[in-house]
C-alpha cells in the first residue's frame, strides 16, 4: 500500500515493505532526501524485510497520521509503527517485536540506511559517536541523525559500493564497527542483538533527525536526547492535534452519507492526507510522487485542495496557499504552470486554467468565511489576474491543457476563465471596487453568449474539446464548462449529450471513466477526479430535473452514485491515487494524488452550491 507521514516541514515516504523510500525536508516537497533503507534480521541467515516469506499488511492507525506496517512470519510479528510529530522535525519508528513461538528466541536485528542527501548529492560523511550512541550523516548543508532508545550493540559506517560497505556487513552478520566514512555514496547499518522470552514482546523506538547543518554536531544529538526524554509526550501532543484540528467532520457530509461509516473514515484520511501536502511557507504539492514527479505546488491543483479544506472548516491553510500565489505572480497577473515549494519556478508554460482557478478558489473561501478584509488584502492580486483573464477571455487566447499535453483554445479554460473573472468581480464589491472593474462584466456576459455557440458541434450535438485548433475528442474536462464553472447551465441538453457521450466513451475492464478515449498515459485508464467529475455533473444534474419535475431525475441519480460507488470501491482507505490500471485494479501513477483527495471531499459536502460561481 505505502504511506505517507509528515508536518508542514518534514514528509516521509514509506514504501511498500515498511521502508523509508525517502524524505523532504526542510519545505513539504523540497529538497529531496533519497533514503534508502531496511530492516534486515539475522538468524544463523540473513532475512531482509523485502524477502518473500513475509506476511505484509500495512494501514494507517484510524483518528490519528500513524502509518502501520506488519511483518509477520512462522518465528515473530514486527509492526512499525511511523509518525512524524507536529512539534518535531523526527520520523519516530516505533518497533514491536512478538515471539510467536513456545520458547525463547534471539537474533540480530539491523537498520541499515544509504541515504543520499539533498536535490544534488554532494560528498558526505558518515560518524558513529560513541558518547551518544547514534549515526551521524552530513554534508556542507543538511545532517541526519540516526539513533535509538534501545541500547546500539554494534554499527559500521561504510561506502555503498566497496568492500566496507555496511550492506555487505548486514549481509555477513557481522558489523566492522568503523566509525567514519566519506564519499558520494556513504551507507551505515546499526544492530540491536534482541532476545525475547516464549509469547513475550520486545518494543522500542529508532529516530530519524533531519536539520540543516552549521557545522555543530552537538545541536542535533542535543535534540536527539530532548526527543528521546519526551517521546511519550510528543507522540500524545501530536495525536491530539490531529483530533483536535480535523474534529467531527460528519457536520459538514451530505446528511445521507453521514451514517455510512466507511465514508466517514475516508474522508477524515484524505483531509489529513490533504493536510500533509500543504507546507509551512503556503504552497501546496500536487503529490508526495517522484515517479511521476509531481511534488510541485500547480495554482490549479492547489486550489481544488484549498476549496476541500475551506470546505470542511480549515481557513488557515487556504490562505497561506493565497498568500504564496500571491508573492509568485507574474507582473501580467498570470502564474506559471508550476513551483517549487520555496516560490522558484519549475515548468512555466502557459496554462490560462490556473489563474481562473485560483480567482475561483479565492471567492469560495470569501464566501466560506465573509472576511471582507481577506479580499482587501488580496485585491491589488485579483485585479492583476482579473484584468489578465479579461484579456484572455475577449482574444480566446491560445494555451496548453489542464492535462499539459495539447495547445489551442479549450473548453475547460475558457469555462476557467469565465469563472475566474466572475469570481474577481463578485469580490470586487467587497471592496468598492465594483466601478472600475464594470468592464469585466462585459466580457463575462460575451463569454456567456459565445463560448457556448463557438465550442457547439452541430453534427455530433455535443460540444468540443478545443477550438483554434479544432479538436472533437471526447475529453471529461470538457465538463468544466458546466461543472463546476458554470458557463453552460448543467441541464443544458448539449451539456447532457456531452456528459453521456463521454461515458459511453470508456469502457474498462475495472469500471470508471478515463480523461479521453486515446488517452496512453500509464497506459490509459480510469482516473479517480474524472469518475468523480461525471459523478458531480450527474448529481447536480439530478437535483436541477427533480426541482423541475423531469423524470430523468433518477436515472442521472443512479448513474452517479454508481460512479461514486467505483470511487470508494478503490480509495484505498482515503489514500486516493491517480488513477486505476484499467485490467488489474491497481493504484498508478501518483499516490497520493491531492487533487483525487479533494475531489472525493467536495463529493461528499453537504451542499456544492456554494461552490459554483
Not at 68 to 88: F, R
Not at 268 to 289: F, H, Q, T, V, Y
Not at 459 to 483: C, H, M, Q, T
Request: hydrophobic share 35%; proline share 3%.
Amino acid at each position: 500500500m505505502s504511506g505517507i507521514v509528515g508536518n508542514s516541514s518534514l514528509l516521509v515516504k514509506i514504501g511498500d515493505y515498511g521502508e523509508i523510500n525517502y524524505l523532504f525536508y526542510p519545505h513539504v516537497g523540497y529538497e529531496t532526501h533519497i533514503f534508502d533503507s531496511a530492516l534486515a534480521i539475522y538468524d544463523k541467515k540473513i532475512k531482509w524485510h523485502w524477502d518473500d516469506d513475509w506476511n505484509i499488511y500495512q494501514n494507517y492507525i484510524p483518528e490519528t497520521n500513524i502509518f502501520k506496517t506488519i511483518l509477520e512470519d512462522d518465528k515473530i510479528i514486527l509492526t512499525i509503527k511511523d509518525l512524524v510529530p507536529v512539534s518535531h522535525n523526527v520520523l519516530i519508528r516505533r518497533l514491536y517485536i512478538k515471539n510467536k513461538l513456545d520458547k525463547k528466541i534471539s537474533f540480530k536485528l539491523f537498520f541499515y540506511e544509504s541515504l543520499r542527501i539533498g536535490e544534488n548529492p554532494t560528498e558526505n560523511t558518515v560518524k558513529f559517536l560513541d558518547d551518544e550512541e547514534c549515526i551521524v550523516k552530513f554534508d556542507k548543508k543538511y545532517i541526519f541523525c540516526i539513533g535509538s532508545d534501545k541500547k546500539i550493540d554494534s554499527f559500521q559506517c561504510g561506502n555503498r559500493y566497496s568492500k566496507n560497505s555496511a550492506y555487505i556487513d548486514v549481509e555477513n552478520g557481522i558489523l566492522k564497527e568503523n566509525k567514519e566514512s566519506s564519499g558520494l555514496m556513504t551507507d551505515s547499518a546499526i544492530c540491536w542483538n534482541i532476545e525475547i522470552d516464549e509469547k513475550r514482546s520486545l518494543a522500542f523506538n529508532i529516530y530519524i533527525i533531519p536539520q540543516k547543518f552549521d557545522g555543530d554536531l552537538s545541536i542535533i544529538t542535543e535534540q536527539l536526547n530532548i526527543i528521546k526524554n519526551n517521546s511519550e509526550n510528543i507522540k500524545n501532543l501530536s495525536l491530539n492535534y490531529w483530533r483536535n484540528y480535523i474534529g467531527d467532520i460528519r457536520k459538514y457530509i451530505n446528511p445521507e452519507l453521514v451514517s455510512n461509516s466507511n465514508i466517514c473514515s475516508i474522508a477524515k484520511r484524505a483531509l489529513m492526507i490533504l493536510l500533509m501536502l500543504c507546507d509551512k511557507d503556503g504552497g501546496i504539492i500536487a503529490s508526495p510522487s517522484l515517479h511521476p514527479d509531481y511534488r510541485y505546488v500547480w495554482g490549479r491543483d492547489g486550489s481544488y485542495i484549498a476549496i476541500a479544506l475551506d470546505l470542511y472548516g480549515i481557513r488557515g491553510i487556504p490562505n497561506r496557499f493565497f498568500e504564496f500565489m500571491s508573492k509568485v505572480q507574474n507582473d501580467d497577473g498570470s502564474w506559471l504552470q508550476n513551483y517549487y515549494v520555496n516560490g522558484n519556478p519549475r515548468l512555466t508554460a502557459l496554462q490560462i486554467d490556473q489563474v481562473g482557478s485560483v480567482l475561483w478558489a479565492m471567492d469560495v473561501h470569501y464566501r466560506l468565511s465573509g472576511d471582507r478584509r481577506f479580499v482587501k488584502r488580496y485585491w491589488d492580486t485579483i485585479e492583476k489576474a482579473g484584468n489578465y483573464l479579461n484579456c484572455a477571455g475577449l482574444n480566446f487566447t491560445q494555451c496548453y491543457d489542464l492535462w499539459e499535453e495539447k495547445f489551442g483554445v479549450f473548453a475547460y479554460t475558457m469555462g476557467a476563465i469565465y469563472a475566474g473573472l466572475k469570481c474577481a468581480y463578485s469580490m470586487s464589491k467587497a471592496v468598492d471596487k465594483r466601478g472600475e472593474v464594470r468592464h469585466w462584466e462585459k466580457t463575462i456576459e460575451f463569454l456567456k453568449k459565445e463560448v457556448p455557440k463557438r465550442f457547439y458541434l452541430k453534427e455530433e450535438g455535443r460540444f468540443a474539446k478545443s477550438i483554434n485548433p479544432l479538436n472533437k475528442e471526447v475529453d471529461i474536462s470538457i465538463l468544466g464548462l458546466s461543472y463546476p464553472f458554470n458557463l453552460i447551465d448543467v441541464d443544458d441538453e448539449r451539456m447532457i449529450k456531452t456528459a453521456e457521450d463521454i461515458e459511453k466513451s470508456f469502457n474498462y475492464k475495472v469500471g470508471g471513466i478515463g480523461r479521453y478515449p486515446s488517452d496512453i498515459y500509464f497506459g490509459g485508464n480510469p482516473w479517480i477526479i474524472s469518475t468523480l467529475w461525471l459523478s458531480l455533473y450527474y448529481k447536480r444534474l439530478s437535483g436541477i430535473l427533480k426541482e423541475k419535475n423531469d423524470e430523468r431525475y433518477n436515472y442521472f441519480l443512479q448513474k452517479s452514485k454508481k460512479l461514486f460507488d467505483w470511487v470508494v470501491k478503490y480509495s484505498f482507505g482515503g489514500m486516493f491515487p491517480e488513477q486505476i490500471h484499467k485490467d488489474l485494479g491497481i493504484p498508478m501513477s501518483a499516490m497520493p494524488l491531492g487533487w483525487s483527495n479533494a475531489m472525493f471531499l467536495i463529493s461528499i459536502y453537504e451542499n456544492d452550491n456554494i461552490i459554483i460561481p
